[in-house]
C-alpha cells in the first residue's frame, strides 16, 4: 500500500491544467507539420502555418493556445494499492480551481445551465472519470476541451445488420455536418459497441491515444485510415475554408456490444488537442 | 493579395470584398457573444438604446482569457458563429456592418447579410494566442457582469481574417469545398 497525499493530488492537477493549455502536445505538432508538407490548398497552408506560430507564441509566452480554455475533463487511474490521504475528488476540484485562477485560464463553467447560467468562477466543477488499475499508482489526464467540437458529438444506436458501413457513413457525415463549427483538422474520436454512455465515453478516451498510432487490433486500425481518408476526401479542410486536411486521426474505440445494438459515438476534438498527463 | 479595411466600414469597403478575401482590420471591434448578444436583442425589442453606436461597426464573437499584468488582453480567437445564428438578423438590421467568427452561418443570416449590405469574416479559431498580437487596447462598455462575455471595445491592428459571406450571397465554405472535394479518397 501507498500512501498519496491529497495536497499532491492538488498541486499536480493545477500545474498539469496550466501545461494542458499552453503547450501543444509534441505529437499534435508534429502531425500539423506533416499535414502543412502535404497540404497543397494555399489559404490551407496558411491556417496551418497561423496554428503553428500560435503554439510557438502561446508557448513562449505561457498564454493559452484558446480562449476557450474548455471543460476541464479528468481522466484518473487509481492503481488499487494507492491509498489517498485526504479527499481526492476535492483535491481535484482545488487543483483545477488553482490552476485555472492563478494561470490566466478562462472560467467557462455556468451553474444551472437551463436558466440562470452563472459562471461558477473558477472553471470547476471538472467532469472526472475514474478508473480503478492494478497497482500502486495514481495517474492523472487532464484535457481541456473545448465547447466548439465538444457540441458537434454525436450518438446513434445503428441496427446490427448496418455493420461496418453504417458505422462508416455515420463517423464522415458527422464530420461534414460539423463543418467548421470544431476548429478542423480535428482529430475524431469514435467509440463503437457498449452502451449509450459507454460508447460516448470510449470516443473521448479514444481522443487520448497519440497522433498517428493506431489502434493495436489489424481490423480496427484499417477502419481508422479508411475513415481518415474519406473524411480528408471531403474538401472541408483546416477551419473549412477548404483543403485536403479536414483530420489529422481517426481514432477508434471497440467494445462487445449487445446482440440488438451497434452504438456509435463521435466525440471530435479541434486542433488544439490538448492534455497533459502525470503519474503520482 | 490582403485588402486593408478599417473601421467603421463603409458601404464602398463592403461592396468591395468577396468570399474568399484576406483582409487586415484596422480600427474598433466590440466583443460579443451568446449572453451579451440575448441582452441586445432584449434591448432592441423593448425599444431603447443599444449600449453602443452599432451602426457600420464589426462585432467579433469573441471570450477572451484574462491579461496577464502588462498585456493588454488574454487568448483571443473566434468562438462557433451558428449559435448566434438567431439573433443576428435584428442587429444586422439595425446597421452592423461586420461579423468575426469562425464556421459557417444559416441560410438566414446570409440572405440577411445580403439585404442589409454586411459582410461575414471568419478569423483562425483555436490561434488565440497569435490574434491577441493584432490587440492593443480593450476596454469593456457594457454588460460587465457577464466576465469575458461583456462587450469590450478593442483597438485592433492589421487583425488578420477572411471573408466567409459577402454581399453578393457567395460563401468560402461552400467554394473551398467543391473546390477541393474528391470523389475518390486518396489511399494513405
Keep these: 500500500m501507498r500512501e498519496i497525499s491529497a495536497t ?7 500545474q498539469l491544467c496550466q501545461e494542458a493549455n499552453y503547450y501543444l502536445p509534441d505529437d499534435v505538432r508534429a502531425a500539423l507539420e506533416g499535414a502543412r508538407k502535404k497540404e497543397e490548398a494555399p489559404r490551407a497552408q496558411k491556417v496551418l502555418d497561423m496554428v503553428l506560430q500560435n503554439a510557438e507564441l502561446a508557448a513562449r509566452n505561457r498564454v493559452a493556445l484558446c480562449q476557450d480554455t474548455g471543460t476541464c475533463v479528468v481522466f484518473l487511474e487509481v492503481g488499487q ?62 484535457m481541456p476541451k473545448g465547447g466548439g467540437c465538444e457540441n458537434m458529438s454525436r450518438l446513434v444506436i445503428l441496427k446490427p445488420g448496418e455493420g461496418r458501413e453504417g458505422v462508416i457513413n455515420f463517423v464522415v457525415r458527422a464530420v461534414e455536418e460539423s463543418g467548421g463549427n470544431p476548429c478542423p483538422p480535428v482529430i475524431v474520436g469514435v467509440g463503437i459497441g ?29 477502419l481508422e485510415q479508411e475513415l481518415l481518408n474519406k ?50 | 493579395m490582403v485588402t486593408r479595411l478599417t473601421t467603421p466600414l463603409t458601404d464602398d469597403a463592403v461592396a468591395g470584398v468577396k468570399a474568399g478575401d484576406e483582409v487586415a482590420i484596422t480600427g474598433i471591434l466590440y466583443t460579443a457573444r451568446d449572453a451579451a448578444h440575448n441582452r441586445m436583442i432584449e434591448t432592441l425589442r423593448s425599444g431603447e438604446k443599444l449600449p453602443f453606436d452599432i451602426k457600420g461597426q464589426i462585432i467579433y464573437y469573441v471570450g477572451p482569457t484574462p491579461p496577464r499584468p502588462g498585456q493588454a488582453i488574454g487568448s ?6 451558428a449559435r448566434m445564428d438567431p439573433l443576428t438578423p435584428p442587429l444586422l438590421e439595425a446597421g452592423l456592418k461586420g461579423i468575426i467568427g469562425k464556421g459557417g452561418r444559416s441560410v438566414a443570416v446570409r440572405e440577411a447579410l445580403q439585404k442589409y449590405k454586411a459582410v461575414y469574416f471568419a478569423a483562425v479559431g483555436g490561434a488565440g494566442a497569435l490574434l491577441a498580437g493584432h490587440i492593443g487596447k480593450a476596454e469593456i462598455v457594457a454588460y460587465e457582469d457577464l466576465g469575458t462575455e461583456a462587450i469590450r471595445m478593442l483597438h485592433v491592428e492589421e487583425f488578420p481574417a477572411v471573408v466567409v459571406n459577402d454581399i453578393y450571397g457567395n460563401d468560402l465554405l461552400e467554394q473551398g469545398k467543391a473546390e477541393w472535394r474528391r470523389e475518390v479518397p486518396l489511399p494513405g
Design chain 1, 231 to 280: 473524411i480528408n476526401a471531403t474538401g472541408i479542410g483546416p477551419q473549412a475554408w477548404g483543403g485536403r486536411t479536414t483530420a489529422l486521426a481517426v481514432n477508434v474505440e471497440s467494445f462487445p456490444a449487445h446482440i440488438t445494438a451497434l452504438p456509435v459515438g463521435v466525440n471530435l476534438q479541434c486542433h488544439s488537442a490538448r492534455f497533459k498527463t502525470a503519474e503520482l
Design chain 1, 81 to 142: 494499492d494507492v491509498h489517498i490521504k485526504g479527499d481526492l475528488h476535492k483535491a481535484i476540484e482545488d487543483g483545477v480551481s488553482k490552476g485555472y485562477k492563478t494561470g490566466y485560464l478562462r472560467s467557462s463553467m455556468v451553474r444551472q445551465p437551463f436558466s440562470k447560467r452563472l459562471n461558477t468562477g473558477d472553471n470547476t466543477p471538472a467532469v472526472i472519470h475514474t478508473e480503478i488499475v492494478a497497482g500502486e499508482r495514481l495517474k492523472v489526464t487532464i
Design chain 2, 76 to 81: 483571443a480567437g473566434p468562438t462557433t458563429s
Design chain 1, 194 to 222: 457498449g452502451t449509450a454512455d459507454h460508447v460516448m465515453y470510449l470516443a473521448k478516451r479514444a481522443l487520448l491515444r497519440k497522433v498517428g498510432e493506431h489502434h493495436p487490433d489489424p481490423e480496427v486500425a484499417e
Design chain 1, 8 to 14: 499532491a493530488v492538488k498541486e499536480t492537477v493545477a
